[in-house]
């Protein structure tokens, strides 16, 4: 089947520290990649996509790299700010499905 | 501005009843889904849409029951039937063909007591 696995959290780092949230996926066909950012009390936005293998999606400072070979797309910042404070969700879709898979969510506390 | 609007933001109801929670869209986009997020979960999908006057139901469908009569607009009713309905509702969108990114709409939290 199709499934997305994110680590748990909740992640706590202080404020210029390095981002790692890590995401593994498993689909029947060849997917295309997501980030989404959710604030609280909001819904969710795009945070940054790829749609192949090796492509590198990449937006506000965060990047991930879409890996055929380990089936992950990890999401990393090099120096994260208390502005990043949220919830991200990975998530795939497949192209004849129409639908999205998304994970369980890691929350991310930035400390200043 | 072009976007997802759902309303209300906040809505509270008394176990029992049926309440509809709107979400329209003017990006223009076919598709159009429900998903639920309770607290520290992630999203299960409700209902989907990939066209006008046709839906599919999602992985937690029993209790809910949505239209689609109009591209712009996919109104979900919450029915006395739903077991455990409050939760925070969200709404998105996406051109079709299961590859775009989804635009989401801002939620609905319902609260029934």
């Known amino acids: 089947g199709n499934s997305v696995t994110q680590m748990e959290g909740p992640v706590t780092l202080s404020e210029e520290a390095f981002l790692t949230i890590n995401c593994t996926y498993t689909a029947t066909g060849y997917p295309s990649l997501f980030w989404y950012v959710q604030y609280p009390g909001e819904g969710l936005q795009l945070l940054l996509k790829?749609?192949?293998?090796?492509d590198k999606g990449s937006n506000k400072g965060f990047e991930a790299t879409y890996r055929k070979e380990t089936t992950s797309f990890h999401l990393e910042k090099g120096s994260v700010q208390v502005s990043d404070s949220a919830v991200y969700f990975c998530a795939l879709s497949l192209y004849n499905f129409n639908k999205f898979y998304f994970g369980s969510g890691t929350k991310l506390n930035v400390k200043p | 501005d072009g976007g997802i609007t759902q309303s209300p933001k906040y809505l509270f109801r008394k176990e029992g009843q049926n309440v509809t929670l709107s979400c329209e869209q003017n990006l223009n986009h076919d598709a159009m889904y429900w998903y639920r997020q309770d607290p520290g979960q992630g999203l299960r999908l409700i209902y989907y849409?990939?066209?006008?006057?046709?839906?599919q139901k999602g992985d937690i469908a029993e209790g809910y029951s949505v239209s689609r009569e109009k591209k712009e607009s996919f109104p979900l009713t919450v029915t006395s039937a739903q077991k455990n309905p409050t939760a925070f509702y969200l709404c998105?969108?996406?051109?079709?063909?299961?590859?775009?990114?989804?635009?989401f709409g801002p939620g609905t939290r319902l609260t029934v007591t």
């Open positions: 849409s990939q066209i006008v006057n046709d839906f």
């Open positions: 998105a969108s996406s051109i079709g063909g299961g590859s775009d990114e989804q635009y």
């Open positions: 790829a749609t192949k293998a090796d």
